[in-house]
């Protein structure tokens, strides 16, 4: 039937929406677990070494407390003693602002806080370290040092969790009422002159420059910033150690015009972490400021693709999967496919290229999944299709046996009657006649047999238009029982019809007397003799006409109630009785009355009888 086709495949597009909505829906749970954003991050540090920005000229420079610096002023103690002596060093060669990133929360001795003293006095745009501890207090500079710095700025970096590289750093920093921006902002500040910071939820306004950077309530890194370290190509960052300065004054010209940060490269300092290129080796915790601050002043912003970027392009790639299978299958769908998960893996590194950093999970994860999915929906429809077409075959094949073993009969009687008729020249003629009329009544029964066969195979094909003939039903009733009464007869059976409504039908008359006909026929076939068949009528309360046949005969119980309208079934009961037919007849039936917009009730108990009830529509 077209319409139980149109059906299903409805049905089947309407599975592989779910599953395809289903699969989105996995893909952003699944990217947002811990496992999720992991595999972002690995994604992430493997753009970041793909595609690395062009080298630039820094406007940086470290002097570093190392190894050589430290054995020189003889080690932690003699940290403030270096950093005077490299202040007082490269102060006349004008750098734009030093940022010292060593923490001056304590006093020292006096000699020596007196020489740092003298080295940050006049130090042009000094920005002093404050550390956040874990109890939640700063760890200020001394005032004593402190009236010096333009401002005090953080030093904290931010890691993951679980993989400890260092990709974004905290640009603020608050604990109770004090909050500090980082070191690497303050000394962009300072350089630019702008005492007000301007925030807003979205960005931070450091006069020209806006830093985009969400303001993220559920960190305790309020707002972060990618930091773009400078490519492999370039080398690190440039660094002269205070020791080397000491060896060759000279060498404080380079830091003429350039941000100066402090601080120590001594891997014994333990200042040193994880970067997205580190690949095992790490980087001291004062390169890390002077990248942010290159980072800034490049403007060099790596930002995110919102939320609902992702979400649309993981519902475009499920629903390209769906379509390319919906569409197609074999190599062709296969190719398509592929091309898909290709351009879901080119997406984040086109972003990334751009400047953005798209999450690598859950457009990957959807395209898996949906295309998983597609695939295997695709293949269950072909399944499916092969199924039916199986179905099918068998189904013609048992028709066709159906068919010959039921024609075998009157082809029989009609062989056998032409066969006398020729073989005995000399037949009375009362007796040729009657062979005539035999012939003639079983051609007729075969093309009538042939006729509703044909009918209904071509009706349940969608094929047929059905007759839409007006006909009483007392007389479709009448014609029934007169054609059954001969063979009820034989069994002593009686057939009674009672209070039959006078009301029209409409549909295909020959049809619904082919259905009639059956119930009558089975009634007298599965009942002993000398019982009776009761035809009766009852108004439906939907204004339709219920028409009844009951009989008294073998039954059936439930079980056997549900799958006698399947072609072919026959109860064991009805086998036993040795009447039982080749078990089509009642899915014709069904076929006839739903084709006339009807339906069949059966009520049955074994030994008692059954009762087949017709509910048909009155002709308007
Ligand atoms: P057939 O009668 O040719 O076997 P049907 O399709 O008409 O095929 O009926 C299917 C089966 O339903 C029968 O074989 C029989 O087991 C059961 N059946 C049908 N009508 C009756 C009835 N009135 N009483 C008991 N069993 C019935």
């Known amino acids: 039937m077209p319409s139980r086709n149109a059906n299903s495949s409805r049905r089947s597009l309407f599975l592989l929406s779910v599953a395809m909505a289903g699969a989105v829906l ?17 994604a992430y540090d493997f753009l970041f070494r793909l595609i690395q920005p062009k080298p630039w000229q820094p406007s940086s ?6 190894e050589a610096t430290l054995s020189k002023y003889g080690g932690n103690v003699g940290i403030r003693a270096a950093i005077a002596d490299g202040i007082a060093k490269i102060k006349p060669a004008n750098p734009a602002a030093v940022a010292v990133d060593v923490i001056l929360a304590e006093p020292s001795t006096p000699e020596i806080d007196a020489t740092l003293e003298a080295a940050l006095a006049g130090t042009p745009n000094l920005i002093l370290a404050s550390y956040l501890l874990e109890n939640e207090t700063w760890t200020n500079p001394i005032p004593r040092f402190r009236r010096y710095a333009f401002s005090v700025g953080h030093v904290q970096a931010s890691f993951d969790e679980h993989d400890s590289v260092s990709r974004e750093v905290p640009l603020e920093k608050v604990a109770g009422h004090d909050r500090h921006w980082s070191l690497a902002l303050d000394a962009f500040r300072a350089v630019n002159n702008v005492k007000q910071i301007e925030e807003s ?3 931070l306004r450091i006069g020209a420059l806006t830093i985009p950077s969400k303001l993220r309530d559920n960190t305790i890194d309020g707002r972060t910033i990618r930091v773009r370290y400078p490519p492999l190509s370039m080398g690190r960052l440039p660094r002269i150690s205070i020791a080397e300065l000491d060896a060759n004054p000279a060498l404080a010209a380079r830091f003429t015009g350039k941000v100066v940060f402090v601080g120590e490269t ?5 200042d040193s972490w994880s970067t997205p290129y580190s690949n095992g080796k790490t980087t001291p915790g004062i390169e890390m400021h002077a990248s942010e601050y290159e980072t800034l002043v490049r403007r060099n912003f790596l930002t995110d693709a919102s939320n609902l970027a992702v979400l649309a392009v993981c519902l475009l790639i499920a629903t390209l999967a769906g379509v390319i299978f919906a569409l197609g299958s074999g190599w062709l769908a296969n190719t398509e496919a592929a091309l898909l998960i290709l351009g879901s893996q080119a997406l984040p590194a086109i972003a990334f290229a751009n400047s953005t950093v798209w999450d690598w999970m859950p457009g990957t ?6 295309i998983s999915a597609a695939a295997t929906w695709r293949h269950l429809l072909v399944r499916r299709a092969l199924r039916l077409s199986e179905n099918e075959k068998t189904r013609y094949q048992k028709a066709m046996q159906f068919v010959t073993h039921e024609m075998r009969t009157p082809l029989t009687a009609i062989q ?22 035999l012939i003639n009544a079983e051609s007729k029964r075969l093309a009538r047999m042939i006729e509703t066969f044909l009918s209904v195979e071509r009706l349940s094909a969608g094929q047929m238009e059905m007759k839409q003939e007006r006909f009483p039903l007392p007389e479709l009733v009448e014609r029934c029982t007169e054609r059954a009464r001969p063979y ?32 009558l026929t089975n009634a007298v076939k599965y009942s002993p003799e000398k019982t009776r068949v009761r035809v009766f009528g009852e108004d439906d309360k939907g204004g339709r006409i219920r028409l009844s046949i009951e009989d008294q ?13 399947e072609k072919f079934y026959r109860t064991k009961r009805a086998e036993q009785s040795g009447e039982a037919g080749t078990g089509i007849g009642l899915s014709i039936v069904e076929q006839i009355v739903t084709q006339h917009g009807g339906t069949i009730d059966v009520e049955s108990e074994p030994g008692k009888g059954s009762r087949f009830t017709l509910v048909l529509k009155r002709a308007s």
């Open 553 to 565: 005969g073998i039954g059936m119980d439930k079980k056997e109630v549900s799958r006698i309208f």
């Open 416 to 437: 056998g009657s032409s066969e006398l008729i020729s073989r005995y020249g000399q037949m009375p003629e009362a007796k040729r006649k009657q062979m005539a009329e």
């Open 26 to 42: 996995l893909s952003l749970l699944i990217s947002f677990t811990a496992l999720g954003r992991q595999f972002d991050n690995y």
């Open 488 to 519: 009820a007869d034989r069994k002593q059976i009686e057939i009674d019809v009672e209070n039959l409504p006078p009301d029209e039908l409409t549909g295909d008359r020959e049809l619904m007397e082919y259905a009639v006909y059956n119930l």
């Open 61 to 66: 420079i470290i002097l570093a407390i190392d």
């Open 201 to 203: 939820p979205q960005d």
């Open 266 to 270: 001594a891997l014994a300092a333990g």
């Open 365 to 370: 994860l959807t395209a898996i999944l949906s």
